[in-house]
């Protein structure tokens, strides 16, 4: 048994924009029995959008009414934001009643164009953001650490090359005072008004002390020589 025909009819559609609220309108006709059945009490809309693919096999895109009590005040449904890339759509109903009469879907076809702003359409790509925000913040926190590591070095380096040169200065001081001391005059003793040298002085100790004789001759040389005693016992006078 052939169904009614469907009390959905839907408005002409156009200007359906990607990422864009869009509201599809309608009329519904409840007063002819022929639409609505005589002892029908209430209907119900289920609606979605299929997408059109090349082949011509319809995707389901958006449910937009499941099972919605009908009535004269309910004549639109809305898509906001259009969440679906550019390209070929329909727009399905199909109406049930609860008294079991069957009524035909109906099907208007339409189009979805390309908007200014489709960041509805990437939900993933919009995701991926943050891990390279997160990433360019980890690349400027290590841009910072590497800066202080080689500001921590150069400054290393500094104070290194400060020892260095301050070593260096007190050797070149050092150096300086003993090429002084290198160049003052030799002593020199004043013996009889005449200026005489250490060195002299010592050379010429030596050479007396080689003439000297020696102690035990200087004695023999001094000591007179012992007494004369004759045959009396007497000690005969020295001459």
Known sequence: MAGYPSPISFSTISNVTSCQPFTFTFSYVDADTSFTGANTTSNNLTAWVDHLSVDGEPVMQRTLARNAALNSSFTSLSWDPVTANPGNYSINARVSSDSDITFEPTTTRFSIQAGPDESCLNPVTQTSVVPTSTAVAVSSGLSVNHGLKTGVAVGITLLFLIIFAI?????????????????????????????????????????????????SDAVSVQMPPPPYINGRGNVAPQV
Request: net charge positive.
């Open 167 to 215: 070593i260096g200065l007190f050797f070149a001081r050092r150096r300086s005072r003993l090429r002084k001391a290198g160049e003052l005059p030799s002593y020199t003793a004043s013996v009889g008004g005449v200026q005489r040298t250490a060195e002299a002085e010592k050379k010429e100790l030596e050479s007396k002390m080689d003439r000297a004789p020696l102690d």
